[in-house]
């Protein structure tokens, strides 16, 4: 590389970096390094034409009109409360497991983020429920806490993702085959984090002793305290209603007549079907090739406002309220991806006219490097970026960057996309960033970010197998595409 090119390179990314130091927003930071850098390279006159056209070029396109409303449907569905159904239900289905509900809350996590396609909004709204819940049966809420902050990063994995569309965008795949490719390793993800949840609570990560109940008699729970004697329990082991619990194999969330699990109506099975439904029009339209992605993202939006006016019939005043809160988050979300994709198109741009990445390709394949080491160099940077910046921040900072290296030497541009995206959710759980984390302890009141993080670390280490785990089954992310798509 030209010694003048690699100082202009090194002035804009200083740039870059004082600007983040600062605690200015990203798009900020990267639209002012890449205009530095050509400026420096090519001269003011470049640098003005190319904010003028490039923003507006780059905006336009209509595949980004599916990030709105995917936001907005994710949103609506937050809205009307079908989080607490899905939660029962998933509860039902799990209570003999050890670490049934904490089981739950997995799977429960999973059925929301497949329509809400939003880590946070997945964490605020399953959190409120899933918390209180398990605390009431015996779970110590710190663990409690984190083990929500993780089932959420699903939302950025499990379709209709905002950051797989995000990612398809900035990448040139296809959307349709990058959210298909995201339902499998979605499911294997959700899989390996209820069987690390089973095995924590044999092991008593999840454990507190004894735990009030809302008539002050403390509850036992088998599952969590392992095998107590009568004796311990002063004759019995009584349950919320102070009645004697019955039935309770070892390791079961049963035996509590009081459990959330017990307790299925119609108004639970209907909402689950609610988040069904909607799934199936997402995927039913694409998998058919009836629709398009915008146009699956458009009607699920509109059946989600229909979903939230039915289940606020009675209340019309609360649909009318719900509704507007929910365009002003989409609005508020949308904006600051916008600008997000703004600014790291304009560094994107400088970076690619410097010549960088070519330059890098041509030191890789000098260095002879595999491929698959050059796979795990990008997860490992994104894993260290996830410390300190957003999902989309570090998405649009490396993907440009390591897309046409990659391609050249003829990695899977699919495959390497969800690695990605599992690699940047594991930033949402790690400090000091670890927006997760910050939702949940900001959801459920006295429960604090610094002690989340502690119990956080043994789902990070699920996290690293689910990867390792596509890392060595590569047909995994891409059979149902490449079916799908045939």
């Known amino acids: ?6 100082l202009v390179v090194l002035a804009a990314v200083v740039v870059l970096i004082l600007l983040i130091l600062k605690k200015q927003p990203v798009w900020l930071a990267l639209l002012s390094a890449g205009t530095v850098g050509i400026v420096l390279l090519s001269g003011s006159d470049v640098a003005l034409g190319t904010l003028g056209t490039l923003a507006f070029s780059t905006i336009s396109q209509y595949a980004y009109v599916v990030i709105p409303l995917f936001i907005l449907m994710g949103a609506l569905v937050s809205k009307s409360g079908v989080a607490e159904d899905v939660f029962a239900v998933a509860a039902k289905v799990t209570r003999r497991l050890p670490g049934g509900l904490g089981v739950a809350t997995v799977l429960a996590c999973g059925g929301f983020a497949a329509v809400t396609g939003a880590s946070a ?20 809420r710190d663990a409690a806490g984190a083990l929500v902050a993780m089932g959420g990063t699903l939302g950025v994995l499990i379709p209709p993702s905002v950051l797989i569309v995000v990612l398809g965008i900035v990448s040139g795949e296809s959307i349709g085959r990058l959210l298909l490719a995201g339902v499998i390793p979605g499911i ?9 949840t089973i095995g924590l609570a044999r092991l008593g990560f999840f454990r507190r002793r004894e735990a009030p109940t809302s008539d002050g008699v403390r509850v036992h729970e088998p599952a969590l305290a392992g095998a107590t004697s009568a004796a ?9 209603s102070g009645r004697p619990a019955g039935g309770a194999g070892d390791g079961a969330d049963t035996g509590n007549p009081a459990a959330p699990a017990e307790r299925i109506t119609l108004k639970h099975l209907i909402g689950t079907a609610h988040v069904t439904a909607l799934f199936a029009v997402i995927f ?16 699920a939006a509109a059946a989600a406002t229909v979903i939230l006016v039915i289940r606020c019939r009675r209340n019309l005043r609360q649909a009318w309220r719900s509704s507007k809160e929910a365009l002003l988050e989409t609005g508020s979300l949308a904006s600051m991806i916008f600008a997000l994709i703004i600014g790291g198109s304009v560094f994107a741009y400088f970076i690619a006219r410097s010549g960088v990445p070519v330059w890098i390709s041509d030191m890789i394949a000098a260095a002879g490097l595999p491929p698959l080491a050059i796979v795990i160099a990008g997860l490992v940077v994104m894993l260290i970026l996830g410390s300190f910046l957003d999902s989309y921040s570090i998405l649009i900072l490396t993907v440009p960057l390591l897309y046409p290296i990659l391609s050249a030497q003829g990695v899977d541009g699919i495959w390497f996309g969800i690695l990605a995206v599992k690699a940047i959710e594991i930033g949402l759980v790690t400090p000091p960033f670890g927006l997760n984390v910050f939702v949940i302890s900001g959801v459920v009141p006295g429960l604090k970010a610094e002690r989340v993080f502690r119990y956080v670390v043994p789902f990070v280490l699920a996290d690293l197998v689910a990867i390792g785990v596509l890392i060595a089954f590569p047909s995994i992310v891409t059979w149902l595409p490449e079916v799908a798509f045939a």
């Open 1 to 6: 590389m030209n010694p003048v090119i690699g």
């Open 284 to 299: 039913g339209g694409i998998y058919s090739g009836v629709l398009t992605v915008t146009e699956s993202g458009a009607i």
């Open 121 to 140: 909004a997945t964490v605020a709204t399953v959190g409120r429920v899933s918390v209180s819940q398990m605390a009431r049966y015996g779970y110590r």
């Open 232 to 240: 311990e329990d002063g004759g019995k082991e009584l349950t919320g």
């Open 188 to 196: 294997v993800t959700m899989f390996i984090y209820a069987l690390f």
